[in-house]
């Protein structure tokens, strides 16, 4: 029906909620900075409250080590500003102004992690996106440093819809987000982006021609307006991230401030970011799609250990792309744990609650569809299953399955007529499927010539299952042992 809201949209919901709420709950039991974020922090303190007043902005008396982009400030600050300007009125302590620029940039990379996720839902299914968020809303490096006003995590807003529009094959869009995570907030991003864009140049699916006539415009776009907004800032002419580029990796000053060994990623960054989730990174390479990201991002990081100084919040990119991985196996498992219970001769019996069913794989797709709609039924005293194609499956036979995050809206149809019982299947065919309750002497079969099974025609027993399958394939039933 018109304006009904899609099946699956309170759960995802919940999802975004529990994402917002770990965030949050790192920012004010952790309020406090570290000496890399001083600069942002500070930038956006004078942009709210100094303003067009350059004179008194501190980084003109503490300039740091290199000059740094004020384009991830002024974007914060001016999301930011409303709150303040309230807060500001009530004479609020700054403090509280912190924990709002805070905020608002954890909402920025939650945005990017929820625009990924619609994607792998879009791509992999609604299991796998599931496990994403509770994997990492579950992560403690991730979810913390989101409210940080690091760089690197001033980088995370863009990187993300980039990496999703690269999922999507929209390479205009992934190449122009890329230019500007590139040219104005981390150069070290060309090494991760680059290898994603060596990747559809790899699988032809991107020309050179197309990435050239895309991404020099765009480059000269972003470089010309970092230029121009950080020279009026800092009073001289200046690329801050190329300054940056050229004191870490030509004149390896960054390793003043300690160096690691050359595995440091591998051994210790990874396995703290991703925590127990780290094991079932091997489980989703069995898939191709998830196998190219796992490539990609240990490539990154294989490339970056060259660098002797070391962080982890220099390849914080690359946890959601491995969680993707990781979600990826636990899919697979749980996939597994369904199809357990093989029998030899073919079968697979499945229990749940009263239910137990029992399927033969010679049946194909349609034992799978008869699974599928058994493992739906509603249990003792639960309400039926409204009509319409079952999530995950086409409504006719040979199609490709399609995964949505929601079942497509049930069309009202006439109730189908039973059928002959000489109609529900050839004597000594062998069904497909057999749901039946434990220890009722009722079964419902499906088999190759199995009629459509009238709703209204069922046992009088609170144990009835209320069984909807797709228009062509269909359950009768039949009396059974």
Not at 246 to 252: A, D, F, G, R
Request: glycine share 8%.
């Amino acid at each position: 029906m018109a304006g009904k809201r899609p099946l699956g949209a309170g759960r995802q919901r919940r999802l975004l909620g529990l994402l917002v709420a770990v965030a949050a709950i790192h920012l004010i039991t952790c309020p406090y900075a570290k000496v890399e974020e001083s600069f942002n922090l500070q930038a956006m303190h004078d942009l709210l409250y100094h303003r067009l007043d350059t004179d008194k902005y501190d980084h003109l008396e503490f300039p740091g080590v290199v000059p740094r982009t004020f384009l991830g400030p002024l974007a914060v600050a001016a999301l930011s500003s409303p709150v303040v300007y309230v807060l500001s009125l009530l004479e609020a302590p700054k403090f509280y102004s912190q924990l709002v620029v805070r905020a608002v940039l954890g909402l920025g990379v939650i945005f990017g992690l929820w625009t990924l996720q619609k994607e792998v839902r879009r791509q992999f299914g609604a299991t796998v996106a599931t496990v994403f968020c509770w994997v990492t809303a579950t992560q403690f490096h991730l979810m913390f440093y989101c409210t940080r006003t690091l760089p690197n995590v001033l980088a995370l807003p863009v990187v993300l819809p980039a990496l999703a529009a690269w999922l999507q094959l929209r390479w205009a869009r992934f190449i122009r987000l890329s230019a500007f995570a590139i040219l104005v907030f981390r150069a070290e991003l060309s090494v991760f982006l680059g290898l994603a864009l060596l990747l559809l140049l790899g699988t032809r699916r991107l020309t050179v021609a197309k990435a050239l006539r895309c991404a020099l415009p765009a480059g000269a776009l972003c470089l010309g307006l970092t230029v121009a907004v950080d020279s009026c800032f800092w009073r001289y002419l200046v690329w801050p991230e190329g300054k940056v580029l050229w004191y870490n990796t030509v004149l390896n000053k960054s390793s003043n401030w300690g160096t690691s060994p050359l595995l440091w990623y591998f051994y210790s960054a990874l396995p703290r970011g991703l925590g127990c989730s780290l094991f079932f990174v091997p489980l989703g390479a069995v898939d191709r799609r998830a196998l190219a990201l796992l490539l990609l991002s240990l490539g990154f990081v294989a490339l970056y250990s060259l660098l002797p100084h070391k962080e982890l919040r220099f390849v914080i990119y690359t946890f959601p792309v491995l969680n993707i991985v990781a979600a990826r196996g636990c899919a697979c498992l749980c996939r597994a744990a369904h199809r357990r219970g093989r029998c030899a001769d073919g079968r697979v019996s499945v229990s749940r609650s009263e239910w137990c069913l029992e399927v033969r794989q010679e049946g194909r797709r349609a034992a799978w569809v008869g699974a599928h709609a058994g493992l739906h039924a509603p249990p003792h005293g639960g309400s039926p299953r409204a009509p319409g194609a079952l999530q995950g499956h086409a409504p006719c036979p040979g199609q490709r399955p399609r995964h949505h995050g929601c079942e497509s809206e049930p069309q009202q149809a006439a109730p189908p007529r039973r059928q002959p019982a000489d109609k529900a299947g050839a004597p000594g065919e062998t069904p497909w499927a057999v749901l039946r309750p434990q220890g009722s002497s009722v079964s419902w079969q499906m088999g190759p010539r199995a009629g459509r099974w009238d709703p209204g025609h069922r046992p009088r027993s609170s144990a009835a299952p209320t069984l909807w399958l797709p228009p062509a394939q269909g359950v009768h039933p039949t009396g059974g042992p």
